[in-house]
């Protein structure tokens, strides 16, 4: 056969990842060695990557198409297993398309290689050339679903060729459109004389959300990720492209500002802007997390400000009943009091705040607790989830779980990713970090430049609860003075 996978292959905490891309284009390298710069958590990416035993990205050009694409499907065929992830972006025009004399068995190609990828990259207008249908819109989880299923296609980005600052994610479960604002787009599409260079050529996404995905990050945060990567970089990639003779060299290593992130719209806003109340300080000190007006009360005597109720498996009577209680406490004791999950209940009692997990916000009333007047605290254990909520700019963010707990199960997320994480949150949002955190193990977690800790066991299962309660509060003084 003609088309083989390039002789350019690597190993990276137990993945091999294949890059099957011509000399023009961007290759994986290119970004994963400058972000190998940053520090690496080689164990929790060895765990997290322990299912992914090859990444293979390919990128089919006009000129691929023409010449071997019967090729690439046999390849592929032979390779594809459940520990292989493909990667395929398709750099191709639906005009270009069109032109060939052989476009509707092409097309049909196109299609086979893109049930046979993981992630699909293309433009939105060649994604309906090639399934012959109307596409993916935004708002329309159930009718994509059934599409993508029909298709039996797994997961697909679309870019549309008249605005490509605009991508559109989508999986069975999920979608989310990604955007940059008219100050930031101006970087994907810069003139230089009569020449155009477009950040959508070149196959630039493709190559970054497989050195992300090499990093241990799931698809969604591997292209939240590339999006702001490449903004970073765009005035370096676009000019070293432009010369030809130049090579590519990235100045920035892991994206931590946020002006380089594109916004995220999952349709939590779609009915009308939320405005939710603030904290009035970016540093909320100790929140223990309690399950019980016994515990809350015993806390708040000990003089702590921000705590959260959260209760389970309680019958409704007394639940209002707790909430009721849990309000009166807050109020007399002067107390950020966050109800978690019982937003309605809360609005009714006058609590301080709620806090949501990801779960449950697509099936809140937003809205309703804003115009109550309430805070809002969101759980986020990735850069695509606190993306998210970013969008509904919540009262506070909390990011874990940084340390195994026994708690609940939940994403690990690890100091690294914390760290980073501040770095591009920290002086626009109150930041909670959670999960497994105790006396021995609290100092890298304040280091991160988190602005409040929360602790479960690190109180209620305490020798000494006074005593427990009394050093976080103190280990805690100087993010509080932030």
Partial sequence: MSWTLSSFEQQFCGVSYFDCSTDKQFVVRDVLTPLLRQPVDVTQLQQQNIH??????????????????????????????????????????????????????????????????????????LFTLITGTAGLTEHRQQKNSQLLSDLSLQTVIL?????????????ASTWGQLAFDNRQSSKFRLSTSDT???????????????????????CCD????????????????????????????????????????????????????????????L????????????????????????????????????LENQVATAAQLGRQYQARLFINDYWRLAIKYQCYGVHLGQEDLDNTDLSAIAAAGLRLGVSTHSEYEWLRAV????????????????T?????????????????????????????IKLAN?????????????????ITLAEDYQLATEQLTQLQLPQRQV
Avoid at 159 to 171: A, E, F, R
């Fill in 283 to 318: 540093s909320l000190g100790l929140y223990p997390v309690v399950d019980s007006i016994s515990w809350l009360e015993k806390l708040l005597k000990l003089g702590v400000k921000t705590i959260q109720l959260r209760i389970k498996n309680t019958a409704e009577e007394q």
């Fill in 196 to 218: 155009v260079a477009d950040l959508s050529q070149f196959g630039f996404l493709s190559a970054a959300i497989s050195a992300f995905m090499l990093q241990g990050k799931r």
């Fill in 442 to 458: 609290i100092e890298p977690v304040l280091a991160s430049g988190v602005g409040s800790i929360a602790v479960v066991t690190a």
């Fill in 408 to 436: 609940k199960p939940a994403i690990l997320i690890g100091l690294i990713n914390l760290q980073r994480w501040c770095k591009t949150l920290a002086d626009h949002y109150p930041l909670v970090a959670i999960g497994g």
């Fill in 52 to 125: 992914a035993a090859k990444i293979i990205r390919v990128v089919i050009d006009v000129q691929l198409v023409q010449a071997s694409l019967d090729d690439v499907i046999t390849a592929l065929l032979v390779l594809k297993t459940k520990t292989v992830h493909i990667v395929c972006e398709l750099l191709l025009s639906p005009e270009q398309l069109h032109s060939s004399a052989n476009s509707k068995s092409q097309c049909n190609q196109l299609l086979h290689l893109a049930q046979l990828s993981n992630l699909l990259i293309c433009s939105t207008e």
């Fill in 159 to 171: 870019s549309s060729n008249h605005v490509n600052s605009h991508w559109l994610y989508c999986t």
């Fill in 391 to 406: 969008a509904i700019k919540p009262s506070y963010i909390a990011m874990g779980t940084v340390y195994p707990t026994q």
């Fill in 222 to 281: 591997a292209l939240v990720l590339s999006l702001a990567y490449l903004q970073q970089n765009a005035d370096r990639l676009v000019a070293d492209h432009l010369l030809e003779s130049q090579p590519i060299t990235l100045a920035g290593g892991w994206p931590c500002d946020l002006s380089y992130y594109p916004n995220l719209d999952t349709g939590l806003t779609r009915h009308k802007p939320t405005i939710f109340a603030s904290t009035d300080t």
